[in-house]
């Protein structure tokens, strides 16, 4: 592949990680794909060490093939596959665009899952979102629950990550059920927490291998807080999430906004219906909506029973609660 010189070469050994992918993923069945690696690149004394390739070499060809494989691991971490054509063409630097049997990837899929899942915007309105999300760097998802909205946002703040708009994926929602006064609750600070952070977990295992997203929250490429943990940070270069954003209260909302750092995209999410907070306050989130809403880059959707996408059975339970609170309104109940 390469043109060798007759002056004598210093060779040079570099390791080479394969952040992201599954090992299997990457060498294929019986280690197939790195057998086409190292035909391709015959000059170079390749070796597999899990998750990570040994390479000796002159460090021209060296760093030539750590841009290859950098592509390759891009496209792995897009699609979470890859053909043995499509591998032999982005070693031999056919650029992405050109490829042949790239996975069908229709319009309203956002992310490629794992095992060939994809994840979709399912309704209109979900595609709405989609759109706002690619035009503003604050989005507002109101709507009830089962519409969406977590889901779509988990999906899009994953595939920002995989196409290295973002470093990091920060999700954070108020653990209002214990007061952000966690202190009491048996267990260690991860088990505290965890099940009010639970369906962001959820969307997550739909969306990556459980190998990528166990190393994604070890090196803390996604984090997932509690809101209270936000205070005196800078959020930039991240994909940030705030869930279920009616049970924060003015002050808190105000400090997580303030946050932002300049490179960073954030949605916010919330069921107006839905508000666990004392009685003697009030969401922050009705604050937000009302004099954040002439900004330019704040974007706003509003979901609703029409975008439901669980047991068909939800909607008519949505429906007939919102029915029940306006007769209760009418009659001042």
């Given amino acids: 592949m390469h043109e ?4 004598p070469i ?3 050994e570099v390791t080479i990680p394969l952040d992201g992918v599954r090992p299997i993923d990457f060498y294929g069945i019986h280690n197939a794909r790195l057998g086409i690696i190292k035909k391709t690149f015959p000059f170079l004394n390749i070796s597999a060490r899990g998750s990570e390739l040994k390479v000796r070499g002159n460090e021209k060809d060296i760093e030539d093939f750590k841009h290859r494989i950098d592509l ?9 596959t890859i053909s043995d054509s499509n591998l032999q063409s982005i070693l031999f630097g056919v650029p992405e665009t050109e490829l042949v049997d790239l996975p069908e990837l229709p319009d309203d899929v956002i992310v490629h899952g794992p095992s060939g899942y994809l994840v979709r915007a399912r309704t209109p309105n979900q595609k709405k979102m989609v ?12 709507g009830p629950a089962g519409t969406g909205k977590t889901y779509t946002a988990v999906a899009l ?25 966690l202190g009491f609750l048996p267990g260690d600070l991860k088990e505290k927490i965890d099940p009010y952070l639970r369906p962001l977990y959820d969307a997550l295992d739909d969306m990556l291998p459980i190998e990528k997203l166990n190393l994604y929250m070890q090196n803390r490429v ?16 991240s994909f ?8 924060a209260t003015d002050a808190q909302l105000k400090m997580f906004l303030t946050r932002i750092g300049p490179s960073a995209k954030c949605i916010i999410t919330g069921d107006l219906t839905q508000i666990d907070l004392p009685r003697n306050q009030q969401s922050g989130l009705f604050t937000s909506l009302r004099i954040l809403k002439d900004i330019d880059g704040i974007g706003t959707i509003f979901l609703n029973e029409n975008d439901v996408v669980r047991h068909r059975l939800v909607k008519q339970i949505i429906k007939a609660y919102d029915v029940e609170k306006s007769r209760q309104e009418h009659h001042g109940e």
């Fill in 157 to 181: 703040a994953v595939k920002a990550l995989k196409e290295k708009v973002v470093k990091r994926i920060i999700l954070t929602r108020p653990a209002v059920e214990a007061g952000e006064n």
């Fill in 131 to 142: 759109s706002l999300a690619t035009a503003n760097d604050i989005v507002f998802a109101i």
């Fill in 10 to 12: 210093k060779l040079i």
């Fill in 72 to 80: 390759v691991i891009n496209h792995l971490e897009k699609f979470n």
């Fill in 240 to 247: 940030i999430i705030l869930d279920e954003a009616q049970n």
């Fill in 4 to 7: 060798r010189s007759k002056l």
């Fill in 222 to 237: 996604i984090e997932i807080a509690p809101l209270a943990f936000m205070r005196g940070r800078t959020l930039d270069h």
